[in-house]
């Protein structure tokens, strides 16, 4: 099946968001990051920023109906801003101990990043995913450099590793996820 793959625009990123925050539902890390008290519009709108961000310096990716989407960042991203991370902030609420004291493996130098990619619940492994993933790693490879993305589930890493990224580094958080830190070289690497 072919799904038709374009750049997401501003008018895209509440559904985008809503993708997403299905998508993630279940998913460790946002179950352990985000508290449970109104976890669904926490998500959504930690979502919504995020996508936001990445869409102004980055690369998003929908299929025509918005039911899939990716969102990739260059080296060198700007951090969001301090009005972005201070809302962050708020939504982790009561995890935010957790999270401070996290240590995670730095990406390699000069790699893009895949930040999120999510497919609505009701049309996963129909190869959306796959659709959205491989036209940002189309882009970054015709850009050059490698790709680093984190994971914490376990079905992902077979997924992204058929897109060509190999396991780098697995941290098991005490009382949270397992995080799969995966690296993609670029083209001519």
């Known amino acids: 099946m072919s799904h038709r793959i374009r750049p997401a625009t501003s008018s895209d990123l509440d559904s985008a968001a809503l993708v997403l ?53 260059p080296p060198g991203a700007p951090t969001p801003t301090e009005e972005i991370q201070h809302r962050v902030v708020e939504l982790h609420g009561s995890r935010l101990a957790a999270l401070s004291g996290l240590s995670l493996p730095d990406a390699l130098a000069g790699c893009w990043t895949l930040e999120t990619v999510g497919v609505d619940p009701a049309h996963q492994g129909t190869g959306l995913g796959t659709a959205v ?13 490698p790709v680093a993305l984190e994971t914490s589930d376990e079905r992902n890493v077979r997924f992204y590793q058929r897109l060509g990224f190999i396991a780098a580094v697995t941290t098991t958080i005490p009382g949270g996820p397992i995080v799969y830190s995966m690296n993609r070289a670029g083209p001519s690497q």
Do not use: C, N
């Open 133 to 145: 993933t491989s036209k940002g790693l189309a882009m970054i490879d015709q850009r050059g450099g």
């Open 21 to 73: 925050t299905a998508a993630f539902d279940t998913y460790p890390w946002t179950r352990w990051t985000l508290p449970d008290d109104g976890y669904a519009e926490r998500l959504e709108e930690v979502q919504r920023l995020y996508l936001a961000h990445a869409l102004d310096h980055g690369i998003v990716l929908v299929d025509e109906q918005v039911r899939a989407v990716a969102a990739f960042l």
